[in-house]
Protein backbone atom coordinates (compact mmCIF):
# COMPACT_ATOMS: atom_id res chain seq x y z
CA UNK A 1 0.00 0.00 0.00
CA UNK A 2 1.30 3.86 -1.24
CA UNK A 3 0.29 5.13 1.93
CA UNK A 4 1.50 8.80 0.89
CA UNK A 5 0.08 8.56 -2.52
CA UNK A 6 -3.18 7.62 -0.36
CA UNK A 7 -3.08 10.29 2.02
CA UNK A 8 -2.36 13.35 -1.05
CA UNK A 9 -5.62 11.80 -2.65
CA UNK A 10 -7.56 11.98 0.38
CA UNK A 11 -6.50 16.21 0.44
CA UNK A 12 -6.90 16.36 -3.26
CA UNK A 13 -10.59 15.11 -2.93
CA UNK A 14 -11.67 16.35 0.56
CA UNK A 15 -10.28 19.65 0.34
CA UNK A 16 -13.02 21.59 1.40
CA UNK A 17 -14.09 19.03 4.15
CA UNK A 18 -10.31 19.49 5.40
CA UNK A 19 -10.77 23.39 5.22
CA UNK A 20 -13.71 23.66 7.54
CA UNK A 21 -12.04 21.05 10.10
CA UNK A 22 -9.33 23.27 10.47
CA UNK A 23 -11.23 26.43 10.60
CA UNK A 24 -13.63 25.11 13.10
CA UNK A 25 -11.18 23.72 15.61
CA UNK A 26 -9.64 27.20 15.21
CA UNK A 27 -12.69 29.29 15.93
CA UNK A 28 -13.51 27.21 19.06
CA UNK A 29 -9.60 27.51 20.51
CA UNK A 30 -9.57 31.02 19.54
CA UNK A 31 -12.54 32.08 21.52
CA UNK A 32 -10.23 30.66 24.67
CA UNK A 33 -8.42 33.54 26.31
CA UNK A 34 -5.55 31.30 27.55
CA UNK A 35 -2.91 34.27 28.38
CA UNK A 36 0.49 33.54 29.58
CA UNK A 37 2.20 36.38 31.20
CA UNK A 38 5.16 36.23 34.24
CA UNK A 39 3.09 36.10 37.32
CA UNK A 40 4.33 39.70 38.46
CA UNK A 41 1.91 40.93 35.68
CA UNK A 42 -0.61 38.61 36.35
CA UNK A 43 -2.72 41.52 38.02
CA UNK A 44 -2.71 43.27 34.87
CA UNK A 45 -5.53 40.47 33.52
CA UNK A 46 -8.45 39.96 36.07
CA UNK A 47 -9.82 37.57 34.16
CA UNK A 48 -7.24 35.42 34.90
CA UNK A 49 -6.82 33.41 37.66
CA UNK A 50 -3.27 31.90 36.93
CA UNK A 51 -0.76 32.01 33.92
CA UNK A 52 -1.67 30.92 30.75
CA UNK A 53 -4.97 28.49 31.72
CA UNK A 54 -4.16 26.33 29.35
CA UNK A 55 -7.04 24.03 30.54
CA UNK A 56 -9.59 25.78 28.28
CA UNK A 57 -7.55 25.17 24.88
CA UNK A 58 -6.84 21.40 26.26
CA UNK A 59 -11.20 20.40 26.89
CA UNK A 60 -11.43 20.97 23.57
CA UNK A 61 -8.29 18.58 22.31
CA UNK A 62 -9.20 16.22 24.36
CA UNK A 63 -12.95 15.94 23.35
CA UNK A 64 -11.76 16.02 19.26
CA UNK A 65 -9.59 13.28 20.39
CA UNK A 66 -12.04 11.54 22.43
CA UNK A 67 -14.78 11.73 19.05
CA UNK A 68 -12.33 10.56 16.89
CA UNK A 69 -10.45 7.67 18.75
CA UNK A 70 -7.04 8.94 19.67
CA UNK A 71 -5.57 7.68 22.42
CA UNK A 72 -3.82 10.06 24.45
CA UNK A 73 -2.37 10.78 27.78
CA UNK A 74 -2.65 14.03 30.10
CA UNK A 75 0.20 15.52 32.16
CA UNK A 76 0.20 18.31 34.46
CA UNK A 77 2.93 19.85 37.02
CA UNK A 78 -0.46 21.66 38.20
CA UNK A 79 -4.08 21.70 38.07
CA UNK A 80 -4.73 23.78 34.76
CA UNK A 81 -1.99 23.71 32.98
CA UNK A 82 -2.02 20.39 31.45
CA UNK A 83 0.03 18.92 28.12
CA UNK A 84 -1.52 16.83 26.54
CA UNK A 85 -0.63 14.16 24.65
CA UNK A 86 -2.28 12.02 21.70
CA UNK A 87 -0.15 8.90 20.06
CA UNK A 88 -0.59 6.93 16.89
CA UNK A 89 0.86 4.00 15.42
CA UNK A 90 2.29 0.72 16.56
CA UNK A 91 5.52 1.87 18.51
CA UNK A 92 7.87 -1.09 17.67
CA UNK A 93 10.93 0.53 15.80
CA UNK A 94 12.12 2.81 18.47
CA UNK A 95 11.41 5.98 16.27
CA UNK A 96 8.89 8.36 17.86
CA UNK A 97 8.07 11.75 15.94
CA UNK A 98 6.59 14.68 18.39
CA UNK A 99 4.37 17.33 16.55
CA UNK A 100 4.16 19.62 19.61
CA UNK A 101 1.82 23.05 19.13
CA UNK A 102 1.22 25.16 22.22
CA UNK A 103 -1.89 26.61 23.77
CA UNK A 104 -0.74 29.48 25.52
CA UNK A 105 -1.23 32.78 24.12
CA UNK A 106 0.36 36.79 24.75
CA UNK A 107 -1.56 39.25 25.56
CA UNK A 108 -3.83 40.56 22.80
CA UNK A 109 -2.42 44.05 23.45
CA UNK A 110 -4.19 47.37 21.16
CA UNK A 111 -4.58 47.98 17.45
CA UNK A 112 -6.95 45.58 16.11
CA UNK A 113 -9.53 46.19 13.84
CA UNK A 114 -11.46 43.36 15.17
CA UNK A 115 -12.06 41.65 18.33
CA UNK A 116 -8.82 39.40 18.47
CA UNK A 117 -11.06 36.74 20.53
CA UNK A 118 -13.69 36.51 17.45
CA UNK A 119 -12.14 34.15 14.44
CA UNK A 120 -12.33 36.62 11.09
CA UNK A 121 -11.43 34.81 7.99
CA UNK A 122 -11.08 36.90 4.89
CA UNK A 123 -9.14 36.80 2.00
CA UNK A 124 -7.86 33.73 2.07
CA UNK A 125 -6.70 34.35 5.76
CA UNK A 126 -8.27 33.56 9.12
CA UNK A 127 -7.31 36.64 11.67
CA UNK A 128 -7.62 36.16 15.68
CA UNK A 129 -4.71 36.35 18.63
CA UNK A 130 -3.30 32.42 18.05
CA UNK A 131 -4.53 31.75 14.98
CA UNK A 132 -0.75 31.33 14.29
CA UNK A 133 1.34 31.59 17.18
CA UNK A 134 -0.19 28.55 17.79
CA UNK A 135 -3.53 26.99 17.58
CA UNK A 136 -3.73 27.63 13.80
CA UNK A 137 -0.71 24.76 13.58
CA UNK A 138 -2.36 23.02 16.42
CA UNK A 139 -5.40 22.63 14.46
CA UNK A 140 -3.46 21.60 11.91
CA UNK A 141 -1.08 18.45 13.28
CA UNK A 142 -4.95 17.54 15.35
CA UNK A 143 -6.42 17.37 11.61
CA UNK A 144 -3.50 15.09 10.27
CA UNK A 145 -3.88 12.85 13.44
CA UNK A 146 -7.37 12.36 12.34
CA UNK A 147 -7.30 11.97 8.80
CA UNK A 148 -4.60 9.37 9.49
CA UNK A 149 -6.86 7.49 11.95
CA UNK A 150 -9.76 7.58 9.34
CA UNK A 151 -7.74 6.33 6.18
CA UNK A 152 -6.16 3.46 8.93
CA UNK A 153 -2.78 4.67 8.29
CA UNK A 154 -1.79 4.63 11.96
CA UNK A 155 -1.58 1.08 11.97
CA UNK A 156 0.81 1.09 9.56
CA UNK A 157 3.41 2.91 11.25
CA UNK A 158 5.74 1.24 12.85
CA UNK A 159 6.91 4.09 14.93
CA UNK A 160 4.60 6.49 16.84
CA UNK A 161 3.22 10.39 15.99
CA UNK A 162 3.00 12.42 19.32
CA UNK A 163 0.78 15.20 18.48
CA UNK A 164 0.54 17.46 21.51
CA UNK A 165 -1.24 20.34 22.89
CA UNK A 166 1.36 21.50 25.31
CA UNK A 167 1.32 24.78 27.78
CA UNK A 168 3.50 27.35 28.81
CA UNK A 169 5.34 28.60 25.74
CA UNK A 170 5.24 32.21 25.90
CA UNK A 171 6.27 33.57 28.91
CA UNK A 172 8.59 32.56 31.87
CA UNK A 173 8.79 32.91 35.17
CA UNK A 174 12.02 34.05 37.29
CA UNK A 175 12.00 30.80 39.32
CA UNK A 176 12.67 28.91 36.15
CA UNK A 177 10.02 26.44 36.75
CA UNK A 178 8.53 24.99 33.68
CA UNK A 179 4.89 23.90 33.16
CA UNK A 180 4.67 22.78 29.12
CA UNK A 181 8.21 20.72 27.39
CA UNK A 182 10.54 21.29 30.19
CA UNK A 183 8.72 19.70 32.41
CA UNK A 184 7.70 16.72 30.51
CA UNK A 185 11.67 15.76 29.48
CA UNK A 186 12.69 16.53 33.14
CA UNK A 187 10.44 14.04 33.99
CA UNK A 188 10.78 11.78 31.04
CA UNK A 189 7.47 11.72 30.41
CA UNK A 190 8.08 11.37 26.92
CA UNK A 191 10.94 10.53 24.79
CA UNK A 192 10.78 11.31 21.10
CA UNK A 193 13.60 10.59 18.81
CA UNK A 194 12.43 13.56 16.45
CA UNK A 195 10.64 16.41 16.62
CA UNK A 196 9.13 19.27 14.06
CA UNK A 197 7.56 22.65 15.99
CA UNK A 198 5.40 24.63 14.05
CA UNK A 199 6.29 27.86 15.18
CA UNK A 200 8.98 29.97 13.54
CA UNK A 201 6.82 31.57 10.66
CA UNK A 202 8.71 31.85 7.38
CA UNK A 203 5.81 30.51 4.99
CA UNK A 204 7.20 27.00 5.38
CA UNK A 205 10.23 27.93 3.27
CA UNK A 206 12.43 28.21 6.12
CA UNK A 207 13.66 25.19 8.82
CA UNK A 208 14.95 26.23 11.94
CA UNK A 209 18.15 24.47 12.75
CA UNK A 210 19.89 26.57 15.46
CA UNK A 211 18.27 29.22 18.50
CA UNK A 212 20.05 31.70 20.06
CA UNK A 213 20.28 31.52 23.76
CA UNK A 214 18.48 33.96 25.58
CA UNK A 215 18.80 35.56 28.68
CA UNK A 216 16.74 38.31 30.84
CA UNK A 217 18.30 40.67 33.20
CA UNK A 218 17.15 43.00 36.02
CA UNK A 219 19.90 45.76 36.63
CA UNK A 220 18.51 48.28 39.29
CA UNK A 221 20.31 51.49 40.29
CA UNK A 222 20.81 52.32 43.83
CA UNK A 223 20.60 56.27 44.45
CA UNK A 224 18.68 58.40 47.47
CA UNK A 225 15.60 59.91 47.67
CA UNK A 226 15.50 63.34 48.28
CA UNK A 227 12.85 66.51 47.90
CA UNK A 228 13.05 67.98 43.71
CA UNK A 229 13.76 71.14 44.88
CA UNK A 230 16.62 70.46 46.38
CA UNK A 231 18.21 67.66 43.96
CA UNK A 232 21.71 68.08 45.34
CA UNK A 233 20.91 66.53 48.64
CA UNK A 234 20.16 63.01 47.16
CA UNK A 235 21.66 61.04 44.00
CA UNK A 236 19.65 60.43 41.03
CA UNK A 237 19.11 56.99 39.97
CA UNK A 238 17.68 57.74 36.98
CA UNK A 239 20.59 59.55 36.13
CA UNK A 240 22.77 57.20 37.36
CA UNK A 241 20.40 54.55 35.23
CA UNK A 242 21.44 56.47 32.26
CA UNK A 243 25.10 56.67 32.55
CA UNK A 244 25.02 52.81 32.73
CA UNK A 245 23.16 52.84 29.37
CA UNK A 246 25.51 54.62 27.56
CA UNK A 247 27.71 52.09 28.73
CA UNK A 248 25.65 49.02 27.51
CA UNK A 249 24.94 50.48 24.21
CA UNK A 250 28.79 50.14 23.80
CA UNK A 251 29.47 46.82 25.23
CA UNK A 252 31.78 44.36 23.33
CA UNK A 253 31.42 40.45 24.21
CA UNK A 254 34.15 38.03 23.26
CA UNK A 255 32.46 35.66 20.67
CA UNK A 256 33.09 33.58 17.81
CA UNK A 257 30.56 34.94 14.31
CA UNK A 258 28.45 31.84 14.19
CA UNK A 259 27.67 30.41 10.24
CA UNK A 260 23.92 30.54 10.50
CA UNK A 261 22.79 32.59 13.62
CA UNK A 262 25.61 35.42 13.32
CA UNK A 263 25.95 37.80 16.00
CA UNK A 264 24.60 38.14 20.18
CA UNK A 265 22.32 40.85 20.57
CA UNK A 266 21.29 43.63 23.30
CA UNK A 267 17.69 44.96 23.78
CA UNK A 268 16.91 47.05 26.69
CA UNK A 269 13.33 46.69 26.59
CA UNK A 270 11.60 47.99 29.90
CA UNK A 271 13.20 50.51 32.11
CA UNK A 272 11.48 52.07 35.46
CA UNK A 273 12.13 54.96 37.78
CA UNK A 274 10.79 57.73 40.08
CA UNK A 275 7.74 58.01 41.86
CA UNK A 276 6.75 61.75 41.25
CA UNK A 277 8.28 64.61 39.37
CA UNK A 278 8.89 66.33 42.77
CA UNK A 279 10.88 64.05 44.17
CA UNK A 280 14.57 62.73 43.43
CA UNK A 281 14.75 58.92 42.22
CA UNK A 282 16.37 56.55 45.02
CA UNK A 283 16.01 53.74 42.65
CA UNK A 284 15.52 52.76 39.05
CA UNK A 285 15.99 49.63 37.31
CA UNK A 286 15.71 48.41 33.36
CA UNK A 287 15.06 44.70 31.58
CA UNK A 288 18.15 44.23 29.32
CA UNK A 289 17.21 40.80 26.65
CA UNK A 290 20.73 39.48 25.26
CA UNK A 291 20.78 36.81 22.92
CA UNK A 292 23.58 34.87 22.63
CA UNK A 293 25.71 32.61 19.96
CA UNK A 294 26.93 29.32 20.77
CA UNK A 295 30.48 29.81 23.04
CA UNK A 296 29.08 32.36 25.04
CA UNK A 297 28.88 31.79 28.78
CA UNK A 298 26.58 33.45 31.31
CA UNK A 299 29.64 34.63 33.68
CA UNK A 300 31.54 35.97 30.30
CA UNK A 301 27.95 38.06 30.14
CA UNK A 302 27.86 38.75 33.69
CA UNK A 303 31.35 39.68 33.65
CA UNK A 304 30.37 42.46 30.86
CA UNK A 305 27.57 44.00 32.68
CA UNK A 306 29.65 44.29 35.55
CA UNK A 307 32.46 46.23 33.66
CA UNK A 308 29.84 48.23 32.15
CA UNK A 309 28.91 49.84 35.73
CA UNK A 310 32.55 49.88 36.89
CA UNK A 311 33.03 52.80 34.48
CA UNK A 312 30.04 54.68 36.12
CA UNK A 313 31.49 56.87 38.26
CA UNK A 314 30.29 56.39 42.12
CA UNK A 315 27.39 53.86 40.25
CA UNK A 316 25.78 51.54 42.67
CA UNK A 317 24.31 48.77 40.95
CA UNK A 318 22.58 45.34 41.10
CA UNK A 319 22.55 42.65 38.85
CA UNK A 320 19.96 40.04 38.74
CA UNK A 321 19.20 37.13 35.90
CA UNK A 322 15.52 37.09 35.20
CA UNK A 323 15.59 33.63 33.31
CA UNK A 324 18.71 32.01 31.22
CA UNK A 325 18.39 29.48 28.19
CA UNK A 326 21.30 28.42 26.05
CA UNK A 327 21.98 28.51 22.43
CA UNK A 328 21.82 25.68 20.37
CA UNK A 329 22.40 24.54 17.05
CA UNK A 330 22.69 20.83 15.05
CA UNK A 331 23.19 19.31 11.87
CA UNK A 332 21.45 21.33 9.10
CA UNK A 333 21.48 18.00 6.85
CA UNK A 334 19.76 15.80 9.51
CA UNK A 335 17.22 13.16 8.39
CA UNK A 336 14.22 15.29 9.19
CA UNK A 337 15.52 18.18 7.30
CA UNK A 338 16.09 15.75 4.56
CA UNK A 339 12.55 14.31 4.94
CA UNK A 340 10.67 18.36 4.89
CA UNK A 341 12.96 19.39 1.78
CA UNK A 342 11.88 16.45 -0.19
CA UNK A 343 8.53 16.59 0.51
CA UNK A 344 8.39 19.96 0.57
CA UNK A 345 9.43 19.92 -2.71
CA UNK A 346 7.44 17.40 -4.35
CA UNK A 347 3.87 18.38 -3.01
CA UNK A 348 4.62 22.87 -2.44
CA UNK A 349 6.77 22.93 -5.23
CA UNK A 350 9.76 24.70 -3.05
CA UNK A 351 12.99 23.33 -1.12
CA UNK A 352 12.92 25.13 2.11
CA UNK A 353 16.42 26.49 3.29
CA UNK A 354 18.23 26.17 6.53
CA UNK A 355 18.41 28.84 9.41
CA UNK A 356 19.22 30.35 12.53
CA UNK A 357 17.00 32.58 14.73
CA UNK A 358 17.08 34.61 17.47
CA UNK A 359 13.72 33.79 19.29
CA UNK A 360 13.48 30.62 20.87
CA UNK A 361 11.08 27.51 20.23
CA UNK A 362 10.65 24.20 22.25
CA UNK A 363 13.33 22.99 19.19
CA UNK A 364 16.24 24.09 21.64
CA UNK A 365 14.33 22.40 24.90
CA UNK A 366 14.73 19.43 22.71
CA UNK A 367 17.57 19.82 20.82
CA UNK A 368 19.37 20.18 24.57
CA UNK A 369 18.09 16.97 25.40
CA UNK A 370 19.56 15.22 22.53
CA UNK A 371 16.98 15.05 20.04
CA UNK A 372 16.76 15.93 16.38
CA UNK A 373 14.20 18.92 16.48
CA UNK A 374 13.69 21.30 13.99
CA UNK A 375 11.37 24.62 13.80
CA UNK A 376 9.10 24.84 10.44
CA UNK A 377 5.53 25.64 10.06
CA UNK A 378 2.93 27.91 8.19
CA UNK A 379 2.44 31.49 8.82
CA UNK A 380 4.80 34.66 8.33
CA UNK A 381 6.99 35.67 10.68
CA UNK A 382 6.31 39.48 10.59
CA UNK A 383 2.21 37.95 12.08
CA UNK A 384 3.91 36.71 15.30
CA UNK A 385 2.53 39.20 18.93
CA UNK A 386 1.02 41.21 16.33
CA UNK A 387 -2.15 42.91 16.09
CA UNK A 388 -4.74 41.09 13.63
CA UNK A 389 -2.36 38.44 13.98
CA UNK A 390 -3.68 36.17 10.90
CA UNK A 391 -1.99 32.74 9.20
CA UNK A 392 -3.38 32.10 5.43
CA UNK A 393 -5.77 28.93 5.68
CA UNK A 394 -4.18 27.00 2.99
CA UNK A 395 -0.63 27.14 4.54
CA UNK A 396 -3.45 24.89 7.49
CA UNK A 397 -3.99 23.19 5.11
CA UNK A 398 -0.85 22.03 3.58
CA UNK A 399 1.06 21.69 6.72
CA UNK A 400 -1.73 19.03 7.81
CA UNK A 401 -0.41 17.14 4.40
CA UNK A 402 2.69 17.71 5.05
CA UNK A 403 2.84 16.69 8.56
CA UNK A 404 0.82 12.79 7.19
CA UNK A 405 3.69 12.31 4.92
CA UNK A 406 6.58 13.52 7.12
CA UNK A 407 5.44 10.65 9.82
CA UNK A 408 4.57 8.41 7.03
CA UNK A 409 8.35 8.70 6.18
CA UNK A 410 9.68 8.95 9.23
CA UNK A 411 8.19 6.31 10.85
CA UNK A 412 7.06 3.66 8.68
Known amino acids: MNLKLLVTEYFRNNSEEVKKRIVDLVKVMVKEKTINVVSEKLNQFPSLKFRGEEYKVANIVKQEFDKIGIPYEEFSRMEGRP ?8 NQNGKRLLMPAH ?23 LFGRGTLDNKGPLASIMTAGEILKKLGIDKELNGELLISALSDEEAEDPDGIDYGIGYLMQEKLISPTYAVIPDIGGNMKEIDVAEKGRTVFKITATGK ?18 KLIKEIEKIKFQFKVHPVLGKPSVNLGEIHGGAAPNIVPGTCYIYLDIRTVPGMTKNSVIRKLKECGKKVKK ?7 MSWNEPHDIDPKNEVVNVIQANAKEILGFKPKTIGMGGGTYAKTLNLHGITAVGWGPGD ?12 TKQLIDFALMTCLIAVDLLQ
Open 225 to 242: QAHGSTPERGVNAVYMMA
Open 315 to 321: GKFKIDI
Open 381 to 392: DAAFHVANEYVE
Open 103 to 125: MDIVPAGEGWDSDPFELIEKNGK
Open 83 to 90: NVVAKLGK
